[in-house]
């Protein structure tokens, strides 16, 4: 007998076994009963605070259920929304304090009414504000740190992260409509007031930026402190930015292990949806480019051969680190994704070893109207290139749920959670929060 050849056939199999029987992860619904759940952000002891667009903040026990109460209803207080129509306005972010423990601070951002000193004919102001959860796990006291006016109903981005720095990084969206550029002479009905070069590549204004600030501090005539080591705290820009040339930002996470990088998902025009590791000072290139294509403003479906490497101050324009078709333009072209990325995290959790070290995402839908999302997970390869497949779950291989996919969420273990609803309105009680997890 081969004693040698035997073991090496039986440790063969076993590898292979291994392998084969790689736990898929499934759907498990934890909660529902929301309109358009917006975030999920782990607090203390396991528990989770969950927000709904429409302004309801619910707390998530440990025991994976709703708590009896709501812990905060911002509805009163937010700008006016459309019930029967796709709309970006409402709550939109959180973040936990790291210091949670002891002060048990968390940050929202959302959408307010437009205050007096904004232009007439904007939409709205966005709003950043501090709250405090009491002993009764309700919370009422509001510190308002931040508002930013915003043109439009949509592109106010609204995500948010405490670095390991332990400052607050806040991804604000271009101002809507399209294009990042104003409208033409004699197109009634649309709002002016952009600098030429578009919010995303202007460095005098908060639209279309990372912004870092510090929530434990206060400067003088604000709410919070600016690091000073901010890019332009001595000049050459607002002092908040941290990073700009971006366009919708709607996925802001640190990866909670390795290098602690910074990912952002970029929602592109019509083309091209984007993921970018966001570095200090850096510049995205929205909109003298829309992924790694050139972009022309008047002409967004036509790209242009060639466009500037560079920002208006000579500084490189980074480029995103995956990219892939936008079904608007593409149609049935088969590299298509989906219409609009919906951000995710590095996976860190112990349930899925195959998921380690790899950024799972979403696409909101492959449908405007149709309820299309599908799960993604995005891998960095030997040579540093980023590649993206279905995120293949149990019971589909495609990674397609028929679910609006709104947002993704992590809890303090790693473990990662995804929040759906079936309408691209804001109306009905068809939200849902499902946890990645074991059949």
């Known amino acids: 007998m081969n004693t040698k050849l035997s073991i090496i056939t039986i440790a063969s199999c076993i590898v292979a076994t291994a392998v084969g029987a790689e736990t898929k992860p499934s759907l498990k619904l934890i909660a529902e009963g929301f309109v358009s759940p917006t975030a999920l952000v782990p607090i203390d002891n396991g528990r989770a605070l969950i927000t709904d667009q429409l302004g309801k903040i619910s707390l998530l026990n440990k025991d994976g259920k709703l708590g009896e109460k709501v812990v905060l209803d911002l509805g009163s207080k937010l700008s006016n929304y459309n019930t029967n129509a796709f709309d970006e306005r409402g709550v939109v972010g959180a973040a936990v304090h790291p210091q949670f423990a002891n002060n048990k601070k968390f940050y929202l951002f959302y959408s307010a009414p437009l205050r007096e000193t904004a232009p007439t004919n904007w939409d709205h102001t966005v709003r950043l504000s501090e709250f405090t959860l009491a002993p ?109 040339g971006l366009r919708n930002p709607w996925g802001l996470a640190f990866d909670r292990a390795g290098d602690r990088e910074l990912f952002l998902a970029e929602v592109g025009q019509d083309s091209w949806e984007e993921i970018n590791i966001i570095k200090k000072g850096g510049n995205y290139g929205w909109n003298i480019r829309e992924g790694l294509v050139c972009f022309d403003p008047k002409k967004p479906r036509n790209p242009p051969d060639d466009c500037p490497k560079v920002g208006a101050n000579g500084e490189p324009l980074i480029e995103p680190i995956l990219t892939y078709k936008n079904g608007r333009k593409w149609g049935k072209d088969p590299e298509v994704k989906g219409i609009s990325i919906t951000g995710g995290y590095i996976y860190r959790g112990k349930a899925f070893p195959q998921l380690a070290g790899k950024y799972v995402f979403g696409d909101w839908s492959r449908n405007f109207v149709i309820p299309d999302g599908v799960l993604y997970v995005a891998s960095k390869g030997p040579d540093g290139k980023w590649t993206m497949e279905a995120l293949e779950l149990a019971n589909n291989a495609t990674g397609a749920i028929k679910l609006f996919v709104l947002a993704l969420g992590e809890d303090a273990e790693g473990e990662l959670y995804v929040l759906t609803n079936t309408s691209s309105a804001l109306r009905g009680a068809n939200g849902k929060v499902w946890k990645l997890a074991k059949e």
């Open 136 to 244: 009764d796990d309700t919370a009422g006291n509001e510190r308002v740190l931040l508002e930013i006016d915003m043109p439009y109903f949509n592109h106010h981005g609204g995500r948010m992260a405490f670095g390991p720095d332990g400052l607050l990084y806040v991804a604000v969206g271009d101002g809507g409509n399209a294009n990042d550029i104003d409208a033409p002479p004699g197109k009634n009905g649309l709002i002016r007031g952009r600098p030429p070069e578009g919010n995303g590549q202007s460095r005098s204004t908060l639209m279309g930026k990372v912004l870092r600030i510090d929530v434990n501090n206060k400067d003088a005539g604000k709410q919070y402190a600016v690091p000073k080591d901010n890019p332009f705290v001595n000049g050459g820009g607002l002092p908040e930015i941290f990073a700009y």
